[in-house]
C-alpha cells in the first residue's frame, strides 16, 4: 500500500511500488490512494496564491514505471468541496514557503475528499493546455514574481490536452511531414528505445470526453506513421 518516489524528479518514471526498496537519500515515501489525479495550476507571490485551474493528469503504465506520466487535458470543472479545499490549502501554502511565480500541485481526488501527492514549484504540462486566453500565463508568471497578483485570469473556455507518444518497440525516425497538432519532434535518424517518448500530440475540442478521444485517435496516426 506504499510507494516509493525520489525527490525532484519528473514524469513519473520514478514512482514504484514500494515493496522491497529500502530507504536511500533523496528517496521519500507515500501511501497510495484511490481516485482521478488532477494537477491544479496556481500563481503566488510569495505572500498571497490565486488558483488559475484543474486539469486531469493521464499515465500510461510501462513495466517498471506503472504511473508513467503521459499528458494532461483541461480545463476541467472540479467539485466545489475541492476548489474550496485547494484555495485555501494554496492560501497557507504561499507565506510558508514564499513560492513566487506560476506553479502547480498534483493531487488525487474521490468525490469531495482530495490528497496532495507533491508541489511543484515551477510551471508545469499544464501551461501546455491552460495558456489559450487573452493574458499569456508567462505574463502572469512574471508579475508574480515581482510580486504582484493578476486580479484575475479567466481560462480557455474549451478543453485540450496533451498526450506523449511512446515507442511500442525500438524505432529510428525517417524524414517526416509531421501534422500541425505534433510537438517535439525528433530529427530524421533519431534512434528511439523501445518505451521512449516518440512525439507530444495536441487535440482540443468540446469536453474533456471528446479531447481524449482525439489524443488517442492522433497517438494512432503517429505510430502508423513511425511504425510503417
Not at 126 to 135: H, I, K, P
Not at 143 to 160: N, Q
Not at 198 to 216: G, K, N
Request: charged letters at 20%; one cysteine or more; aromatic letters at 6%.
Amino acid at each position: 500500500g506504499w510507494l516509493a518516489k525520489e525527490a525532484g524528479a519528473a514524469g513519473g518514471h520514478h514512482v514504484r511500488r514500494a515493496k522491497g526498496i529500502g530507504a536511500a537519500p533523496g528517496r521519500y515515501f507515500q501511501r497510495r490512494v484511490d481516485g482521478a489525479g488532477l494537477s491544479a495550476a496556481f500563481v503566488a507571490d510569495g505572500r498571497r496564491a490565486r488558483l488559475l485551474a484543474f486539469c486531469e493528469t493521464r499515465v500510461s503504465p510501462a513495466p517498471g514505471a506503472p504511473y508513467r506520466f503521459s499528458g494532461v487535458v483541461g480545463p476541467v470543472t472540479a467539485r466545489r468541496a475541492i476548489t474550496d479545499g485547494v484555495a485555501a490549502a494554496l492560501a497557507a501554502l504561499a507565506p510558508a514557503t514564499g513560492l513566487r511565480g506560476l506553479c502547480g500541485i498534483d493531487l488525487v481526488v474521490d468525490g469531495d475528499r482530495w490528497w496532495l501527492i507533491e508541489v511543484n514549484p515551477r510551471p508545469t504540462a499544464t501551461l501546455d493546455v491552460l495558456d489559450r486566453g487573452e493574458n499569456p500565463l508567462m505574463a502572469l508568471h512574471l508579475a508574480a514574481m515581482a510580486g504582484e497578483l493578476p486580479p484575475a485570469w479567466r481560462p480557455p473556455a474549451t478543453p485540450a490536452g496533451t498526450a506523449v507518444v511512446f515507442a511500442p518497440k525500438a524505432v529510428t525516425i525517417g524524414a517526416a511531414d509531421w501534422p500541425e497538432w505534433v510537438s517535439d519532434r525528433p530529427r530524421p535518424g533519431t534512434r528511439i528505445g523501445r518505451g521512449e517518448p516518440i512525439v507530444t500530440v495536441r487535440a482540443e475540442a468540446e469536453t474533456p470526453a471528446s479531447v481524449v478521444d482525439m489524443l488517442r485517435s492522433r497517438e494512432a496516426e503517429v505510430l502508423a506513421r513511425v511504425l510503417g
